[in-house]
T-cell receptor
Framework: GAVVSQHPSRVICKSGTSVKIECRSL??????MFWYRQFPKQSLMLMAT?????????EQGVEKDKFLINHASLTLSTLTVTSAHPEDSSFYIC????????????FGQGTRLTVV | GQNIDQPTEMTATEGAIVQINCTYQ??????LFWYQQHAGEAPTFLSY??LDGLEEKGRFSSFLSRSKGYSYLLLKELQMKDSASYLC??????????WGAGTKLIIKP
C-alpha cells in the first residue's frame, strides 16, 4: 500500500509553546488529508479534513485557531498545536487519501505529544 | 445520527478462532473497513468490504451484510501478536470515515 510518513513520532514540549507535526505522502498525491487525535483506550476522533490549496474543515468542538492546519502541497500537510497545554497531550494521527482512490486512506505512524 | 457499535473487549486463546462483530447506522454507505491497531501505534489496514459477502485474506476474513448493517472480522489460528485493538469504520455518503470505538482483543496462551 501507499506510504504516509508522519514526523515527529514523539515530542515533549513545555506548556505555552507550539508544536508542528508533519504528514507526508511519499509515493502518491494526497488531495485530502485527515487529522485525528486519540486518547488512551478510545477510538480515533476526527479533528479536521484538509484539501490541498484550501482551508481545512474542522469538526465541531475543535478550535481552528489552536490547531492550525496547512495543506500547501499534494504531498504535505502540517498540524501546529499552538500554545499547548497539558490537556493537549494525546496521540495525533494523520491520514491521507490517494488522489485517484476515494475509498481507502493510509495512516501515518502517529505522533505522541506530551505537554509538561 | 451515525453510529458504529462493536464490543469493547474480547478474550480468546492462542490457536483458536475469534469473531469480532460490528453493526452500523450511517447516512449512506461507501464501504466498511477493518483496521488493526497495536497500543501506541497508528492503525493498519486489514480489509475493505463494499459488497455483501465474505472476503478472505489469509488468517483474516471479513463479512458484510448491507441489509442488516452488519459486519464481522474473523481471525483464525490466533497468534499472540494478534493481541491488539480492532477498529471498524464505515465510509458514509460524503466519503468520510465513521469510526467505531474499537474492540480490544486479548489473546491468552
Amino acid at each position: 500500500g501507499a506510504v504516509v510518513s508522519q514526523h515527529p513520532s514523539r515530542v515533549i514540549c513545555k506548556s505555552g509553546t507550539s508544536v508542528k507535526i508533519e504528514c507526508r505522502s511519499l509515493d502518491f498525491q494526497a488531495t485530502t488529508m485527515f487529522w485525528y487525535r486519540q486518547f488512551p483506550k478510545q477510538s480515533l476522533m476526527l479533528m479536521a479534513t484538509s484539501n490541498e490549496g484550501s482551508k481545512a474543515t474542522y469538526e465541531q468542538g475543535v478550535e481552528k485557531d489552536k490547531f492550525l492546519i496547512n495543506h500547501a502541497s499534494l504531498t504535505l500537510s502540517t498540524l501546529t498545536v499552538t500554545s499547548a497545554h497539558p490537556e493537549d497531550s494525546s496521540f495525533y494521527i494523520c491520514s491521507a487519501r490517494d488522489h485517484g482512490v476515494v475509498t481507502e486512506a493510509f495512516f501515518g505512524q502517529g505522533t505522541r505529544l506530551t505537554v509538561v | 445520527g451515525q453510529n458504529i457499535d462493536q464490543p469493547t473487549e474480547m478474550t480468546a486463546t492462542e490457536g483458536a478462532i475469534v469473531q469480532i462483530n460490528c453493526t452500523y447506522q450511517t447516512s449512506g454507505f461507501n464501504g466498511l473497513f477493518w483496521y488493526q491497531q497495536h497500543a501506541g501505534e497508528a492503525p493498519t489496514f486489514l480489509s475493505y468490504n463494499v459488497l455483501d459477502g465474505l472476503e478472505e485474506k489469509g488468517r483474516f476474513s471479513s463479512f458484510l451484510s448491507r441489509s442488516k448493517g452488519y459486519s464481522y472480522l474473523l481471525l483464525k489460528e490466533l497468534q499472540m501478536k494478534d493481541s491488539a485493538s480492532y477498529l471498524c469504520a464505515v465510509m458514509d455518503s460524503n466519503y468520510q470515515l465513521i469510526w467505531g470505538a474499537g474492540t480490544k482483543l486479548i489473546i491468552k496462551p
